[in-house]
């Protein structure tokens, strides 16, 4: 039965599809804007209907002629991780064919909806899946005499608030442009996606970008009729962001979030506005036991003679059945002048967090509250993890976290052809709770997620953490003189981070050449330093080095080059290779490094990314993007890391 409705379902929307013509959206309509994908629609001759979306074709070729023993089993046939993969799409849950619908029940009341089809190419018609992506969103704008009222409920939206209270943390967008993500748009011509991040220091996104995934009721209101209320604003949740895992009403448990936004616009140069956000979820059966934060912030905006001053004051506390109730101070504050003063743009950021203030919806990590990292079992591992890491992390500039204070300077001007832009930061842990440190793999991350899905602890010491498209490491300090018997750190944490970014633009035979090099430069230690470490004294040392290269060869084709380097150093005050993690079995077979002899000493791992592709125009709305890389991630004291291959992608991409 269900076979025989997913065929009817699926012959309706390719007939339905056949009849309709092509056209792009008007970009006024701010209703498609607040949940489409693409930017073209295909619309049928009542205009009140109206359809759009993309396909996408993803074919993904990986092999791995050195790694670690694969014999770990899963829902793959076979073991998993697979030494060589074919497949259509990398595993993580991104649509083939996106099909937004949109329309409108009455004047001022609309709808959209979005449908996903996939398909894993297998032979068996039943395993083709369609469904909701983000489920079905009803919209509704009411102009009244007491001003301008707009209502969105239903299924999956995107929002932001502010920087303490509701935000997906974007950074200072120094990245490399050479892998795309599913969600990353079309452009007129293949070069224009690279010209963009030379001019304007960003990759068009859609409005997902930076914004947090929200299920529920929004509410927003502005244009009021009064004086006193010239300028002001408001916007209000109440449902679930992606951090409430829970249903919203069920017999088990109560999980839901609230925000509210009041904000004053004075006039071009001044804003201010009060936030507030809370989570709470219910952890027993009654509804009794509860896992609760907020946080309420005072948010403003203020520019004078080319100088702005602009941040975030805020208060935030949690509480659950194994924290007792506390709260401290958030505190983000910038100020940024323009070359007129300081002859270079600078902006320089104070950032304040307290380990009372905890909130993993905002733009900062929580590291003081290990209940908030919720973990599920998916693959290998005892406890995979559906968020990012949790001890004492080692992030980029521009990332922050709570239970740290500190300073960073960042800047961004031009010179002739080449635009510059870096900074420094130096922070240091408000509390002592841990002893472990985390990093991302930068350069190597997304190849080595690929290998395990959503996993913790997997690879042949359990080093390895993957999320969506990245993978961390935790690393434990393990000196008996800076730990005590249960492990307590008995010293302060401090960290530096370092970013350089160059862009620059010529001619070659009259055709466009874009080259980008980016270096991150961070450091751990148990010392005060305003600059990252270069010495063994650090405790934690990491550098990434990615030089992307873009060369249109004509308005339809563009060529781009990759080459990363990634090096991670850390000292022998942190855990050290100490045992074979494959020992001779009672068959006597050597799984692993044969005479395996432990080496006694820290990480000591390199990575090395090579890879080339085209970007290929086959016609309006549609592209083709190939990309095909040579990798390597090693660990030279820990032997048996040793992963070495290739990965191969073809992405068609049509919007509809």
């Not at 039965?1 to 309509?29: C, G, H, T």
């Not at 934060?293 to 941040?311: A, C, H, I, P, Q």
């Not at 290779?577 to 079995?585: A, E, G, T």
């Amino acid at each position: 039965m269900f076979r025989l409705l997913n065929k009817k379902i699926l012959f309706l929307v390719i007939f339905s599809l056949s009849f309709l013509s092509l056209k792009k959206l008007s970009a006024q309509d701010t209703l498609e804007v607040a949940y489409k994908s693409a930017s073209y629609s295909i619309k049928d001759p009542v205009s009140s209907i109206k359809l759009g979306g993309y396909f996408r074709f993803l074919g993904y070729v990986r092999n791995l002629p050195k790694i670690y023993p694969l014999d770990i089993p899963s829902y793959y046939s076979g073991p998993f991780p697979q030494q060589t993969v074919f497949s259509v799409g990398t595993g993580y849950r991104e649509p083939m064919l996106l099909l937004t619908i949109s329309g409108k029940a009455k004047k001022n009341m609309s709808f959209g909806t979005e449908l996903m089809l996939n398909s894993p190419f297998d032979g068996n018609f039943s395993n083709n899946t369609i469904s909701l992506n983000l489920g079905t969103n009803f919209y509704s704008t009411l102009n009244s005499d007491f001003g301008k009222f707009k209502v969105h409920a239903g299924g999956i939206s995107w929002y932001k608030q502010s920087k303490l209270t509701v935000w997906s943390e974007e950074g200072y967008l120094r990245y490399s442009p050479f892998e795309r993500a599913p969600y990353d748009p079309l452009n007129k011509e293949t070069v224009e996606r690279y010209s963009k991040y030379y001019e304007q220091g960003v990759i068009d996104q859609d409005i997902r970008f930076g914004n947090v995934a929200f299920q529920g009721i929004t509410l927003s209101g502005s244009a009021f009729p009064w004086q006193i209320t010239d300028g002001l604003s408001f916007q209000a949740i109440l449902g679930k962001t992606q951090n409430n895992v829970a249903k919203l009403v069920s017999d088990k448990a109560d999980d839901y979030s609230f925000g509210l936004k009041v904000s004053k616009q004075i006039d071009s140069k001044k804003m201010v506005a009060l936030n507030f956000f809370s989570s709470k979820t219910a952890t027993d059966s009654m509804s009794l036991i509860k896992r609760e934060f907020s946080m309420s912030s005072f948010e403003f905006d203020y520019k004078t003679n080319g100088v702005r001053l602009f941040g975030e004051l805020g208060y935030g506390n949690y509480q659950s059945s194994k924290v007792a109730l506390s709260g401290g101070e958030a505190i983000i504050l910038n100020l940024a002048t323009t070359k007129k003063q300081t002859i270079i743009p600078l902006q320089i950021q104070y950032s304040r967090i307290s380990p009372e203030a905890v909130n993993v919806n905002a733009s900062f990590k929580n590291t003081s509250v290990i209940d908030l990292v919720e973990t599920t079992v998916i693959e290998e591992g005892a406890a995979a993890t559906v968020m990012t890491s949790f001890g004492g992390p080692i992030t980029n500039l521009g990332y922050l976290a709570n239970n740290r204070q500190g300073f960073s300077l960042n800047t961004e001007f031009e010179i002739g052809d080449f635009s510059i832009s870096g900074g420094l930061g130096f922070y240091s842990e408000l509390e002592r709770v841990n002893s472990s440190f985390s990093y991302n793999h930068t350069s190597t991350g997304l190849i080595l997620s690929r290998i395990s899905y959503f996993s913790t602890g997997y690879g042949p010491y359990g080093h390895l953490n993957s999320y969506y498209r990245g993978v961390y490491e935790n690393v434990s300090v393990t000196d008996s003189s800076m730990i005590d018997s249960t492990g307590a750190p008995l010293f302060d944490k401090f960290y530096c981070s370092s970013d350089l970014h160059l862009k620059y633009k010529t001619k070659v035979f009259e055709r466009d050449l874009y080259v980008f090099s980016l270096t991150n430069y961070n450091t751990a230690q148990n010392f005060y330093s305003a600059t990252p470490v270069l010495s063994s004294k650090a405790l934690i040392r990491q550098l990434n080095h990615s030089l992307d290269i873009c060369y249109s060869i004509n308005k339809r084709v563009s060529l781009v080059l990759k080459s990363s380097y990634e090096r991670v150093l850390a000292n022998k005050s942190t855990q050290l290779d100490d045992y074979d993690p494959f020992p001779i079995d009672a068959t006597g077979q050597d799984l692993g490094v044969k005479n395996y002899e432990p080496s006694y000493k820290p990480r000591n791992q390199t990575g090395v990314v090579n890879g080339f592709g085209f970007d290929i125009k086959l016609n309006d709305g549609a592209f083709l993007f190939l990309r095909h890389s040579q990798f390597s991630f090693k660990d030279k004291n820990f032997a048996e890391t040793n992963i070495k291959g290739s990965e191969t992608t073809l992405e068609i991409k049509i919007n509809l």
